[in-house]
């Protein structure tokens, strides 16, 4: 089976505007969670999209915002970019079904994201 | 207070020679599971190994192991014959099973690996 796809892997914009980044699960897996990991802040869970419905949003502003498509494929926007959202951000997909570790997440190689 | 603790910013280990990664967690479901995953400098998060809550016995998979200590909220990360290419960041993590989060993990803040030739 292929891995989870992230698309672009590098992204250079500048401050104000806006970043569409997407994300192809593996095949059969229909949750697609997202977080972004910074030097200072660690990794954080930004959201969680399971059959095109949002199921959890992590402790962001909206300019940070989601959606999931019939094929489970993901996309995340950034609007009015900020230098502080400079970091990698992973996507990670998982079946979405169960529990335990039937739902482990595997994750996409990232986004590099550089706001100048 | 924090879902997920790793206290070793930094740990070093002799090639061939096994290490431990601590995790502690926290958490008053009834019902979790407990991640490693292993991150070199790409960037990608590969998963290692799982322990349920429920699971008695310690995971393992190939050269990876985990120390479960339920009643000291640890699960422990036990790398035999390191590598060179063991050197990366390890990260614990843990999804609570009942509470209404979905799919959400929570992450510690890792523990850079450097294996020593």
């Known amino acids: 089976k292929a891995g989870v796809t992230q698309t672009p892997r590098y992204l250079i914009k500048t401050r104000g505007q806006q970043v569409t980044l997407s994300c192809s699960p593996i095949?059969?897996?229909?949750?697609v969670s997202w977080y972004q990991q910074t030097p200072g802040q660690g990794l954080q869970f930004l959201f969680e999209?399971?059959?095109?419905?949002?199921?959890n949003k992590g402790n962001f502003p909206g300019r940070f915002s989601g959606r999931q498509f019939s094929n489970s494929r993901s996309e995340m926007n950034v609007s009015t970019l900020e230098l502080g959202d400079s970091a990698l951000y992973l996507c990670?997909?998982?079946?979405?079904f169960g529990g335990g570790g039937t739902d482990t997440q595997y994750f996409g190689p990232g986004t590099r994201l550089t706001v100048l | 207070a924090q879902k997920i603790t790793q206290t070793q910013p930094g740990m070093f280990v002799q090639e061939k020679e096994a290490v431990t990664l601590d995790c502690t967690y926290d958490?008053?479901?009834?019902?979790?599971?407990l991640f490693w995953y292993k991150q070199p400098s790409s960037g990608e998060m590969i998963f290692l190994i799982y322990?349920?809550?429920?699971?008695?016995q310690n995971a393992t998979e190939g050269r990876y192991s985990l120390n479960f200590q339920k009643a000291r909220k640890s699960a422990n990360l036990v790398i035999s014959a390191s590598q060179l290419g063991d050197s990366a960041m390890y990260f614990c993590?843990?999804?609570?099973?009942?509470?209404?989060?979905?799919?959400?993990?929570?992450f510690g803040t890792g523990t850079s690996l450097t294996v020593i030739p």
């Open positions: 990670a997909s998982s079946p979405g």
């Open positions: 095949s059969g897996h229909r949750s």
């Open positions: 999209y399971f059959s095109e419905t949002q199921r």
């Open positions: 958490t008053s479901d009834q019902s979790y599971g």
């Open positions: 322990q349920g809550y429920y699971d008695e």
């Open positions: 993590a843990m999804r609570e099973l009942l509470s209404n989060t979905g799919n959400q993990f929570y």
